[in-house]
């Protein structure tokens, strides 16, 4: 099996930063894209920021300019860098990664039990 855990998330005020981070473990050949995703109450899950196995981003037009995405390879570790938060961007952050586990077989989804972030005004 595949694990995702997530950790960083918590309580800022507006204004202030987080950095979250996303570690996968379990039996891993090859990771593709990796993802951030967030669900606000009673809202749906959006994606937040995606990066490619070659490294290259995509971003909601909502964090453009605010949140950095980046990943360590080595660590099969995908982060978020979050600056500039305002009340909105509290959710619950989820991350998702594309993972191959044997050569013989595709890649599937996996995904993290998520991390609270808060957002104070």
């Known amino acids: 099996q595949v694990q995702l855990v997530e950790s960083g998330g918590g309580l800022v005020q507006a204004g202030g930063s987080l950095r979250l981070s996303c570690v996968a473990s379990?039996?891993?050949?090859?990771?593709?894209?990796m993802n951030w995703h967030r669900q606000a109450p009673g809202k749906q899950r959006e994606l937040v920021a995606a990066i490619t196995g070659g490294g290259s981003t995509n971003y909601a037009d909502s964090v453009k300019g605010r949140f950095t995405i980046s990943r360590d390879n080595a660590k099969n570790t995908v982060y978020l860098q979050m600056n500039s938060l305002k009340p909105e961007d509290t959710a619950v952050y989820y991350c998702?990664?594309?993972?191959?586990?044997?050569?013989?077989?595709?890649?599937?989804?996996?995904w993290g039990q998520g991390t609270q972030v808060t957002v104070s005004s």
């Open positions: 379990g039996r891993i050949i090859s990771i593709n894209a």
């Open positions: 998702n990664a594309n993972v191959k586990r044997a050569l013989w077989e595709r890649a599937n989804d996996y």
